[in-house]
């Protein structure tokens, strides 16, 4: 298209080919535009909020990083809504349980236990308790044993977290497993989704989701 143009143009005005160039460069070398996102801050039950850095294209990387199976939706979060509402059938994430402490679809059984027994919401999860847990579940399967739920609390009490609505996995005294985890994660809870619950994501544990955010653990 562009070509064709060029050549009528030149046979009616030869003379302003440079002309010609100069609007082209002028319109399509332009610098790509930042597109800013309005960024709301919220009050929640459980805390403040702002608005999520995880947009569509970002959600579109973490899928293909992760291998997260296309049938599952991941939903950027709306402007104004916080991890604390999540839309109905549907749960939240942090990017982090994937991106850096190596969550996966569908959730370990042993997670979703934990999260019924204690009445304890996803987002609730500190990034360790992911990272602590997955990495149990590996050491079980290397010495050929499907971690349980009692596995678990044998080795670990789950505690309030710091930060208000959170809650962590402390270690029982002689049984801290893992020294190398980070002590903390930088804003980690900045940037969210939500996917839906199903059996694409809590396998035949679906009848075990928590949805309702939790003040203090069940037990």
């Avoid at 030869?14 to 160039?21: A, T």
Wanted: with cysteine.
């Amino acid at each position: 298209m562009f070509f064709g143009r060029l050549r009528k143009f030149l046979e009616k005005r030869p003379s302003d080919l440079i002309s010609l160039l100069a609007h082209y460069f002028a319109v399509f070398a332009m610098p790509p535009r930042k597109v800013v996102r309005e960024v709301f801050l919220m009050d929640g039950k459980f805390g403040k909020y702002q608005t999520s850095l995880s947009t569509s294209s970002r959600l579109s990387l973490l899928r293909g990083a992760h291998q997260i199976p296309r049938q599952i939706p991941l939903i950027s979060s709306e402007p104004t809504v916080c991890p604390e509402n999540p839309p109905p059938g549907h749960t939240c994430a942090f990017e982090i349980f994937f991106s850096l402490c190596g969550l996966y679809f569908p959730l370990p059984d042993v997670l979703i236990d934990l999260m019924h027994e204690f009445g304890i919401a996803l987002p609730q999860l500190c990034p360790n308790v992911i990272r602590t847990v997955l990495c149990l579940i590996t050491l079980a399967e290397e010495d050929g044993f499907a971690l349980s739920l009692n596995d678990l609390l044998q080795l670990y009490a789950v505690k309030k977290g710091r930060t208000k609505g959170t809650f962590f996995l402390s270690p029982r005294k002689g049984f801290r497993v893992f020294d190398d985890f980070p002590d903390k994660d930088e804003q980690w809870r900045k940037s969210y989704f939500f996917f839906p619950v199903n059996e694409l994501t809590y396998g035949n544990k679906t009848g075990l989701f928590v949805s309702e955010w939790a003040a203090c653990t069940g037990r």
